[in-house]
């Protein structure tokens, strides 16, 4: 089993910034469209923003558009999603996935992290 790794989450004020990370050790990821989801507690898992293997544009959700920000380091294997102008709303565990090709579906990608939890608060 493929297994993804995510970090940088963390505690920050409303109006903070955070950079999460997405690796693997077994495995390229650029061979995958990788994708953020976030699960808020209590709530479903939702897609977040998706990149692709090509050079296609990343898709965001509507409430992050604008403020989040996925990126691949090819060299590092990893895949970040900057996160600015976090609000409270954007509290949640936040999962990276891998998948053949880009989609908001938990059901439609293969491979998970474990997830790393963000916190919004004053």
């Known amino acids: 089993q493929l297994q993804l790794v995510e970090s940088g989450g963390g505690l920050v004020q409303p109006g903070g910034s955070l950079k999460l990370s997405c690796t693997a050790s077994e495995f390229r990821l650029d061979s995958y469209a990788i994708g953020w989801f976030r699960q808020p507690p209590g709530k479903e898992r939702e897609g977040v923003s998706c990149i692709t293997q090509s050079r296609g544009p990343p898709n965001y959700a509507d409430s992050v558009r604008g403020r989040f920000t996925i990126t691949r380091d090819n060299a590092n294997n990893a895949v970040y999603l900057q996160m600015n102008s976090l609000q409270p709303e954007d509290t949640a565990t936040y999962y990276c996935?891998?998948?053949?090709?880009?989609?908001?579906?938990?059901?439609?990608?293969?491979?998970w992290g474990k997830g790393t939890l963000v916190t919004v608060s004053s």
């Open positions: 996935a891998a998948a053949g090709k880009c989609s908001g579906y938990t059901a439609a990608m293969d491979y």
